[in-house]
């Protein structure tokens, strides 16, 4: 083998935590639509607590240069989306 297997110092996993939170921040942010609030019951709750836990994360580690900010973002967001839905859905049937 002529080729270096060592990683780059530009390889980390902090740049995955940006399209981790969009992903899950898209389930949340789905279960927060009233016709898909019993599909995805436990999912939008828990998929938008880790996407907003992961997209702060990935913003931090965009700011140093680690991931890209938009997806972390996006995600955060999403998942703030989803868990304001899933609340209020479930403060409005108490």
Not at 6 to 33: H, I, K, Y
Not at 42 to 57: E, H, I, K, R
Request: aromatic share 14%; charged share 5%; hydrophobic share 55%.
């Amino acid at each position: 083998m002529s080729a270096s297997s060592t990683p780059r110092p530009t390889d980390s996993p902090a740049g995955a935590l940006g399209p981790l939170a969009l992903v899950l921040g898209a389930v949340a942010a789905a279960g927060a639509w009233p016709t898909l609030t019993f599909s995805l019951f436990p999912w939008s709750f828990l998929a938008g607590g880790f996407a907003v836990t992961f997209g702060a994360m990935g913003i931090h580690y965009a700011g140093r240069g680690h991931g890209r900010l938009w997806t972390a973002v996006t995600g955060t967001v999403l998942g703030a989306i989803g868990l304001v839905g899933f609340i209020v859905f479930f403060a409005m049937l108490y």
